[in-house]
C-alpha cells in the first residue's frame, strides 16, 4: 500500500519552541517601555481590537527577542506517562471491554468491564492527587503556575465583562466603558 506524503503531514505538525533562557530580556523590556501604548489603544476602539492588537505587540516581541527554532510535533510524543500498575489497569480495562464488545449478553464481563473501569478511576485519581502534592510540596512557585497553566482549559481572550450592576457587558460600547 502506498501512504501519501499528506496523510504524514497530518500526523505531525509544525510548532515554535522558544528557548527562554536564552532570550534577550533587556532587549524586550526597553521595546515594551518605549513602544507607542496609548496610540495603540486609541486606535483600536473595541476591547476585542484592543486584546489582538496588544496580543500581536507582545508575539511580535517574543518572536524578535527570544530565540526559537521549528520542529515537528508528533501528537503521540504528548501522551501521559503512567506507572506500570496504571499502565497494567488501563490495560486490563481495554481487554474486558473487547470481551464484552464481543459478548454483549454477557453480564459477568460487564461487571468485571465496571470493575476494572472504577479501579482504573480510583488509581488515577491517587494519582494525580500524588503528583500535585509534589508540586506543593517542592515549594517552586514558578513550577506550581507551570502546573496550574496547564490545567487551565481557556488560555487566552479576553474575559467576560460585568458592568457595575452585575449585568453582562455585551455591547462594544459597554465593553469599552467597562474596560476603564
Request: hydrophobic share 35%; with cysteine.
Amino acid at each position: 500500500m502506498v501512504q501519501d506524503d499528506d496523510d504524514e503531514e497530518d500526523k505531525s505538525s509544525v510548532c515554535k519552541v522558544y528557548h527562554w533562557k536564552d532570550a534577550d530580556i533587556v532587549g524586550m523590556s526597553h521595546f515594551l517601555a518605549t513602544y507607542d501604548w496609548n496610540y495603540l489603544f486609541s486606535v483600536n476602539p473595541t476591547v476585542d481590537e484592543m486584546w489582538t492588537a496588544f496580543s500581536n505587540v507582545m508575539h511580535f516581541a517574543i518572536d524578535t527577542y527570544v530565540p526559537a527554532i521549528n520542529g515537528s510535533v508528533n501528537p503521540r510524543a504528548h501522551k501521559r506517562h503512567y506507572p506500570k500498575s496504571i499502565r497494567k489497569a488501563l490495560a486490563r480495562k481495554r481487554c474486558l471491554w473487547q470481551k464484552y464488545r464481543a459478548d454483549h449478553d454477557n453480564s459477568v464481563l460487564l461487571q468485571r468491564y465496571q470493575s476494572a473501569t472504577k479501579h482504573c478511576r480510583e488509581v488515577l485519581r491517587e494519582y494525580e492527587i500524588m503528583k500535585q502534592r509534589q508540586v506543593i510540596d517542592r515549594n517552586n512557585v514558578g513550577g506550581f503556575y507551570k502546573f496550574v497553566n496547564s490545567r487551565l482549559s481557556v488560555r487566552s481572550g479576553v474575559g467576560v465583562l460585568r458592568s457595575d450592576d452585575g449585568s453582562v457587558a455585551s455591547t462594544d460600547m459597554d465593553k469599552a466603558n467597562n474596560a476603564e
